[in-house]
């Protein structure tokens, strides 16, 4: 009898699949803009670009990104935005102190609700992060992406935005303090993480992890001094003195994606990123169970089952007694302790032994940098090396080895990196059916604790703490649902092989997906077995994960008609609420804003609750306004399609997809053209209440945003921009090009309102001209200038005379003469991203530019722009329209909706300006001031330091009675004290002792 014993050290490779580079260069934030679109270029040149792989989510950053690079193609940190902004307040409290009134009367027009007629994904805006006081669920804060941070008191139904003054808006990741559930920790880009100590009411930047998005933040409600966070692109972090400070727990994880205790046990903490891994010591190590290079696994012969043993200190490991053959890791190859009880294995006639084995996906590195095959004939023996490999694979290679003696015992040993292996076999070449023991099947990627490196969520029972689930990803599906029952330490991998839960599809048979984005599972918390999950639809499991059925649909109808719940299309972020006394509710956050499952247990057609009206969170990328009063206006968002704000101020969808540009008929507001993502182009003749669709001319595709204009002169005469500039006579019925090849998709393409001849298109950083309507010969190319052209904007009168918003360090450049020279106009303005122009039809040429923070006006009476943001959140305006029929000035928000101010008045006197006579004492002051004011309007109220930090912020304030402010907190020094009305603001020096 000859018995064999399979020592396998295989050290399994979780380096960052290349599939995902591109959005872990994003995530990063050390990389150029022209770096990562390389990268994602070759990606979707293998994967494609259909809906589902990803594309939308890479344009959509993509765009936004060639507007906010630097001249050096770099994308500003945070942390910069923060600093700029602080050093610009700091600015406008030395320069432009007293009474201003032509500073800006912006007001809100919404949406902040959806209202659905023609559109087929109605929502209002993204978000991706939920935190709720775990007492009084009533109280709740949630994050929009691009439109900051919201505040609810009474469980959704009303909600007040917390972050309109800050330098940054993007919101990834929020958690509440359990213990002081008035400071809100909050997540953003570049590893920033901002905190808030009254509710909300104002925020500082607190700390940085250094890069990457940050995902998540676990706070310790047992000692809160105790803070983890995961990080996308940076990895998986600690912090022991409440998030002050930051230290990197994993080495080994790069990424970052979900972070969780142990239900009753906040030593146990489980983590992924393309991993998953566990800690039992409060994070101080980690191991990673789904590698064979932390645990010992033991395949029972004729059984089909794997069992697990942890490796002991010692570093030896123990098999089961018995009929079986053991796979066991030993941590240090070149001296193990193996203590094997040696196995019953009959290969009574076996004359000829050999080895058999798979592998694939290897790639070598570090130490390892070769599969190595070694055996011994003894538990005390010398390792004998018997074959070696060194060529790396992305194909399965077989391997056959000979066992030397055949008489003898043998331990064998594979030692080396490799993703994937299968099939390992010892056979008798001498019968004819050789295969004497399967040690496994289907190789690592079936084993009972084993993952492939896609991303990872985890769900945890409160219920049943020892159960954990794994959601996993492959190339942006669904790629997995693994369940364990011992706290983590094993895993099995249930059987949903065909089914892809992260798509469209009601029946999970499609192929589309976004994860890890869209991408969650959460277990009811009185229910080990109630699991749900979450891509683009929301699905339910009642047997612990074997079965799932869908809860939801991404379009109303066909939600109403499979009897389920009405979600959003793109779901971020899932989170059971709620106590065992009032029940549990499940709250989602989506691409259209946030929903609630009253009753998670009962799936109807009700089933999903919008939450979301009076969330003002809309990305709108354009708009189009009437020339009417009041007016009507057509704009295109993100994720939500186009709207139209009728004339009896009611908000409609007429669109669904991503929304771009819009345009309102110039003799019939009745009469709407839209366009969605890479130039899909809509009309309609009624409002909105029903659309129709345009065939392209020769059916081209165009970039993300497609420039599509009317004449502002000529009736039903349309133009749209494509790798050339196309022009229609009659609204979209017929097509001729008037124009070259451009070589590429045009960016931009503007008429001139007073000669619909000339016109001007750009593509990067080329400008191009025509003063023929194109149709007398080519564009010609204008220079002068620098950087990437974000807007175009056209005086109302004068067709030489233009202005371009770009990427360069100046800004802004004028030139007067048709392009042939060029003035930069930097001037005063503060280091944030010029995107939108605009020429006031004012005598004194007026030129309003929207950055991505504020609004700026300057004329010919000026020699510094000035500020024009009197109520206006900072928020990143995408485009600003002039209608002359209500002297108004509108601007699409991406991320807080539409808004509208009066235009530049020069004949505003500050003399009478009521401002003026609010009061301010004592002054100087110690521990509290107060403000008064005789008049009713309320006002919001700011107090910055010397520097330009704001210190203290509200709103909605009454002055006639006097207002008190606490300064016991700050220090002695000079504080400037804005107070804004919605006419204008007033600022007052104020001197704390």
Not at 11 to 18: I, K, Q
Not at 248 to 260: K, L, P, Q, R, V
Not at 711 to 723: A, S, T
């Amino acid at each position: 009898m000859k018995n064999y014993y399979l020592l396998l050290i295989f050290l399994v490779s979780v380096s960052t699949s290349w599939s995902q580079e591109y959005r872990q260069m994003i995530a990063k934030g050390t990389y150029t803009v022209q770096e990562i679109q390389q990268s994602a270029e070759a990606y979707f040149a293998e994967v494609g670009t259909e809906r589902g792989k990803g594309y939308k989510p890479f344009k959509r950053w993509e765009y936004q990104a060639l507007q906010d690079m630097d001249e050096n193609g770099m994308l500003p940190t945070p942390e910069f935005y923060y600093n700029e902004l602080i050093n610009y307040n700091s600015y406008l409290n030395q320069n432009f102190g007293a009474a201003r009134t032509a500073v800006g009367t912006w007001q809100a027009l919404g949406p902040d609700y959806w209202n659905q007629t023609s559109g087929w994904n109605p929502g209002v805006g993204r978000v991706t992060s939920v935190a709720v006081e775990p007492a009084n669920p009533n109280h709740m804060i949630v994050g929009a992406n691009t439109g900051g941070v919201w505040r609810s008191v009474d469980g959704g139904a009303n909600w007040t935005v917390l972050t309109d003054n800050l330098s940054n808006l993007n919101v990834s990741a929020l958690a509440m303090d359990p213990t002081n559930t008035s400071t809100y920790f909050w997540g953003s880009t570049g590893g920033t993480i901002f905190r808030s100590t009254d509710s909300g009411t104002t925020w500082n930047f607190y700390s940085d992890t250094g890069s990457g998005t940050v995902n998540k933040i676990l706070i310790d409600p047992t000692n809160t001094t105790k803070m983890y966070a995961s990080v996308e692109g940076g990895g998986l972090y600690k912090s022991v003195d409440t998030g002050l400070n930051w230290t990197i727990i994993n080495s080994s994880a790069t990424n970052g994606y979900d972070i969780e205790f142990k239900p009753g046990d906040t030593n146990t903490i489980y983590a992924s990123g393309n991993e998953f891994f566990i800690s039992t010591d409060g994070g101080a190590t980690f191991g990673a169970p789904e590698t064979l290079t932390q645990w010992s696994q033991e395949y029972v012969l004729g059984s089909n089952n794997w069992s697990t043993t942890g490796a002991n200190q010692d570093n030896s490991v123990t098999a089961r007694t018995g009929v079986g053959m053991a796979i066991c890791y030993v941590s240090n190859f070149t001296s193990p302790i193996t203590n094997l009880v040696s196995p019953v294995l009959n290969l009574s006639g076996a004359s000829n032994p050999e080895l058999n084995f798979s592998y694939t996906n290897v790639n070598w590195e570090g130490d390892l940098d070769t599969l190595r095959v070694l055996y011994k004939t003894s538990a005390t023996g010398n390792w004998v090396e018997l074959a070696n490999y060194t060529a790396e694979s992305n194909a399965w290679t077989d391997i056959v080895l000979n066992l030397p003696n055949a008489t003898a015992d043998y331990y064998i040993a594979f030692e080396g990196t490799a993703n994937y292996g299968r099939g390992l076999t010892l056979d008798d070449v001498s019968v004819k059916d050789p295969t004497i023991g399967t040690v496994f099947e289907d190789g690592f990627e079936s084993l009972s604790n084993s993952f492939s490196n896609g991303p990872k969520m985890i769900g945890v029972s409160p219920q049943d703490p020892s159960v954990v689930y794994v959601l996993e990803a492959s190339g942006g599906i669904f790629g997995g649902f693994h369940k364990s029952t011992d706290s983590g330490n094993t895993f099995t991998e249930l059987d949903h092989a065909g089914k892809n839960y992260f798509g469209y599809s009601s029946f999970a048979d499609d192929d589309s997906g976004q994860a890890p984005r869209d991408m969650d599972v959460v277990v009811h918390p009185q229910n080990a077995m109630d699991v749900h999950i979450a891509g683009v639809l929301s699905w339910r499991s009642t047997d612990g994960g074997v079965n799932f059925n869908i809860t939801s649909q991404w379009v109303p109808g066909n939600a109403a008609n499979q009897n389920i719940g009405y979600n959003h299309a793109d779901i971020d972020i899932m989170e059971f609420v709620g106590n065992p006394t009032d029940g549990y509710k499940l709250y989602t956050g989506t691409d259209g804003g946030i929903y609630v499952a009253d009753d998670p247990l009962n799936v109807t057609s009700s089933y999903y609750r919008d939450l979301t009206s009076g969330l003002s969170i809309r990305q709108f990328y354009r708009i189009g306004i009437s020339q009417t009063d009041p007016v009507v206006v057509s704009g295109g968002s993100q994720d939500n399609g186009s709207s139209v704000l009728g004339a009896d101020g009611v908000w409609r969808d007429w669109l669904g997809a991503d929304g771009m540009e819009a345009f309102v008929d110039k003799n019939d507001a009745d009469i709407i053209y839209g366009t969605s993502q890479s130039g899909t182009l809509y009309k309609s003749f009624n409002g909105g209440v029903n659309s129709s669709w345009i065939a392209s001319p020769e059916g081209k595709t165009g970039n993300w945003i497609t420039p599509f204009e009317q004449d502002p002169i000529q009736q039903n005469v349309i133009y749209v921009g494509y790798d050339e500039v196309y022009k229609s006579t009659n609204g979209g019925n017929d097509w001729i090009s008037i124009s070259q090849d451009f070589g590429g998709n045009l960016d931009h393409l503007k008429i001139a309102p007073s000669s619909s001849v000339y016109m001007y298109a750009s593509r990067g950083s080329n400008l191009y001209k025509t003063e023929s309507g194109g149709i007398l010969g080519t564009w010609s190319q204008l220079s002068g200038f620098s950087g990437s052209i974000n807007s175009i904007a056209i005086h109302p009168t004068d067709p030489d005379k233009i202005a371009i918003a770009t990427t360069d360090a100046s800004k802004v450049f004028v030139s007067s003469n048709g392009g042939t020279t060029w003035d930069a106009l930097l001037l005063n303005l503060p280091g944030f991203s010029a995107r939108a122009l605009v020429w006031d039809h004012s005598a004194n040429n007026g030129l309003y530019l929207g950055m991505n923070y504020g609004v700026f006006y300057i004329n010919d009476t000026f020699t510094e722009w000035q500020p024009f943001s009197n109520n206006l959140p900072n928020v990143i305006i995408s485009e600003l329209e002039i209608n002359t029929a209500d002297n108004k000035l509108y601007a699409a928000t991406y991320g807080r909706g539409l808004w509208s101010s009066d235009l530049f008045d020069d004949t505003l006197s500050v003399d009478d300006f009521e401002l003026n006579s609010i009061s301010m004492f004592p002054n100087p002051a110690k521990n509290q001031f107060s403000l008064s004011w005789n008049k009713g309007e309320k006002v919001a109220i700011k107090v910055y330091n010397s520097l330009g930090k704001l210190m203290f912020y509200t709103k909605e304030q009454s002055l006639i009675d006097p207002f008190k402010i606490d300064t016991s907190q700050f220090n002695s020094g000079v504080y400037f004290v804005a107070v804004n009305s919605l006419n204008g603001v007033v600022t007052k020096k104020l001197i704390i002792e």
